[in-house]
């Protein structure tokens, strides 16, 4: 089967990116991106596009208006796709069974209801979304219940892109994950998917495997990710006790070929929106399974995760008491990595609100997040949260020695990249700088160590 026409349903961090990689790749194919919310589709036709990633203006530039195509027409495209992507949002579940751990299918359910209305010809419905294992099931119930005239194949291709390099792990991804059913037509839909991404990925490098297996991969790969920072987060602890260098423990370990140098690298917590989400979702499966030290293993992650976070501001509440300073302080980075805009879950919003609940004030900057994204993040955990508790500045550069207290959240190459011995030696009252991990006096220090935090794969 050839596909000719292609629909992503979900303009976001995922369908974005991945669907402009395949419309490049696949000129004659024609590819839809649709979805619901009308601002973000006119963002996606212009300029400004509502994901920051390098490299991803230069590909939309190239496709849009060719072959990719950006809409909130869903019905129209839904109806003329030959195979569907679901890359919608499966956030953790806020209320009903499995509250703050489950994953929320709703947006999953409701494309498949939609999916199963409209269509009037065979289609391949493809699970972009991460989703609990046996998902793929659901959808299947869901397409064949609402509509009996139409063969429908479900296919589960995880996306393993990491924001802020995405069109690099698009470019040459590590592996391409298909999971479809072992039957004539389940091999044919995996086929037709293998096909487009034969365009740009050798062969070799496209795994294929059932539909469950390919689902549990995707949560498990990402626990496995976030399990390594844990491990080495907590170790960072450990070092501060003891007095070893958690960095030279880190490249000590990561130089054993069997464990590797990835992913080992200290920061205030990882952030993102899959890490959290996924684990939540491998305990909420492990425990309705009556695994319950499987699911205490991996929980164990997350709690490490928040200590960290929250180890790092007694740190600067505890630093600001002992020296007598002034209750304020220069948050430098929101984006949960850098090169993104994206602040799911980053530390800094954690960070700041145990500062704001400590009493002291924020100045913030980042160099893609938004004001008014600040302040949804800090109200979203926070009810009592007042705009005023922080002050986004434009220019934190300018007046940089007037503060006590900077704090890089986000490891940025603008704040790796600033001329910090010009500012410390400048400085005559006592000032701190936390680097993720340290606490630097800037009048003793002569070099801040930024090889410090977490930065990707490559
Ligand atoms: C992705 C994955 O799909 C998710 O499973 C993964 O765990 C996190 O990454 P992402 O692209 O980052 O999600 O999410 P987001 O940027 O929120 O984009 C989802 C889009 O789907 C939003 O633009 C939302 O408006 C859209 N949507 C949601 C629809 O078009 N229809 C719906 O019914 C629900
Ligand atoms: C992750 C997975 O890497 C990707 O494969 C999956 O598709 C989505 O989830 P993402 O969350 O975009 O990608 O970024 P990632 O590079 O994994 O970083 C996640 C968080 O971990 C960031 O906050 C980062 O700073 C932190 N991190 C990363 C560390 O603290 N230390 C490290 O050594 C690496």
């Known amino acids: 089967m050839k596909i000719k026409?292609?629909?992503?349903?979900?303009?976001?961090?995922?369908?974005?990116?991945?669907?402009?990689?395949?419309?490049?790749?696949n000129p004659k194919i024609k590819v839809n991106v649709v979805d619901i919310n009308s601002d973000k589709i006119a963002a996606w036709n212009s300029k400004n596009l509502p994901v920051y990633e390098p490299g991803l203006l230069k590909v939309v530039k190239e496709t849009r208006g060719k072959n990719l195509f950006f809409s909130t027409n869903v019905n129209q495209h839904i109806y003329e796709a030959d195979m569907i992507f679901i890359s919608v949002n499966t956030p953790t579940k806020t209320s009903g069974e499995g509250k703050g751990y489950a994953a929320d299918l709703r947006?999953?359910?409701?494309?498949?209801?939609?999916?199963?209305?409209?269509?009037?010809?065979?289609?391949?419905?493809?699970?972009?979304?991460?989703?609990?294992?046996?998902?793929?099931?659901?959808?299947?119930?869901?397409?064949?219940?609402?509509?009996?005239?139409?063969?429908?194949?479900?296919?589960?291709?995880?996306?393993?892109?990491?924001?802020?390099?995405?069109?690099?792990?698009?470019?040459?991804?590590?592996?391409?994950?298909?999971?479809?059913?072992?039957?004539?037509?389940?091999?044919?839909?995996?086929?037709?998917?293998?096909?487009?991404?034969?365009?740009?990925?050798?062969?070799?490098?496209?795994?294929?495997?059932?539909?469950?297996?390919?689902?549990l991969?995707?949560?498990?790969?990402?626990?496995?990710?976030?399990?390594?920072?844990?491990?080495?987060?907590?170790?960072?602890?450990l070092c501060e006790e003891t007095g070893a260098d958690i960095e030279e423990v880190s490249k000590a370990i990561g130089m054993d070929s069997r464990i590797g140098n990835s992913f080992l690298k200290t920061s205030v917590g990882f952030g993102g929106s899959c890490f959290q989400k996924d684990i939540l979702n491998l305990v909420y499966i492990s425990k309705s399974m009556g695994l319950n030290q499987v699911a205490d293993y991996w929980e164990q992650i997350l709690i490490i995760n928040k200590h960290q976070r929250d180890r790092f501001s007694?740190?600067?509440?505890?630093?600001?008491?002992?020296?007598?300073?002034?209750?304020?302080?220069?948050?430098?980075?929101?984006?949960?990595?850098?090169?993104?805009?994206?602040?799911?879950?980053?530390?800094?919003?954690?960070?700041?609100?145990?500062?704001?609940?400590?009493?002291?004030?924020?100045?913030?900057?980042?160099?893609?997040?938004?004001?008014?994204?600040v302040h949804r993040d800090l109200s979203f955990i926070n009810v009592?949260?007042?705009?005023?508790?922080?002050?986004?500045?434009?220019?934190?550069?300018?007046?940089?020695?007037?503060?006590?207290?900077?704090?890089?959240?986000?490891?940025?190459?603008?704040?790796?990249?600033?001329?910090?011995?010009?500012?410390?030696?400048?400085?005559?009252?006592?000032?701190?700088?936390?680097d993720g991990r340290n606490i630097l006096n800037m009048n003793k220090i002569s070099k801040i160590g930024f090889n410090y935090f977490g930065l990707g794969r490559r």
């Open 384 to 434: 009592n949260y007042k705009k005023s508790s922080v002050n986004f500045v434009d220019k934190p550069f300018s007046n940089i020695s007037d503060y006590n207290i900077i704090s890089i959240m986000t490891e940025w190459d603008e704040f790796k990249d600033f001329d910090w011995e010009n500012v410390y030696t400048k400085i005559k009252k006592p000032a701190f700088i936390f």
């Open 314 to 373: 007694k740190k600067i509440l505890n630093c600001i008491a002992k020296n007598y300073l002034e209750p304020k302080a220069l948050l430098l980075g929101w984006a949960f990595k850098k090169n993104t805009n994206d602040t799911r879950e980053s530390a800094a919003i954690y960070v700041a609100n145990n500062l704001i609940n400590g009493g002291v004030s924020i100045d913030i900057y980042d160099p893609k997040v938004k004001e008014s994204q």
């Open 5 to 25: 026409n292609i629909c992503c349903i979900g303009a976001g961090y995922v369908g974005g990116p991945t669907m402009s990689v395949i419309a490049q790749k």
């Open 217 to 237: 991969s995707k949560l498990t790969a990402n626990a496995f990710l976030a399990q390594r920072i844990s491990s080495i987060n907590s170790l960072s602890e």
């Open 107 to 215: 947006y999953i359910e409701s494309c498949a209801k939609q999916i199963a209305k409209i269509s009037k010809n065979n289609k391949i419905i493809v699970e972009k979304s991460t989703v609990p294992v046996r998902t793929s099931e659901k959808i299947k119930e869901i397409l064949r219940s609402n509509n009996s005239s139409v063969d429908f194949q479900i296919l589960s291709n995880p996306e393993f892109l990491a924001e802020g390099t995405a069109m690099r792990d698009l470019e040459i991804p590590d592996r391409v994950l298909i999971g479809g059913d072992n039957t004539p037509e389940g091999k044919k839909a995996v086929e037709a998917l293998v096909e487009i991404y034969t365009s740009w990925v050798p062969i070799e490098n496209i795994l294929t495997t059932n539909l469950w297996s390919s689902e």
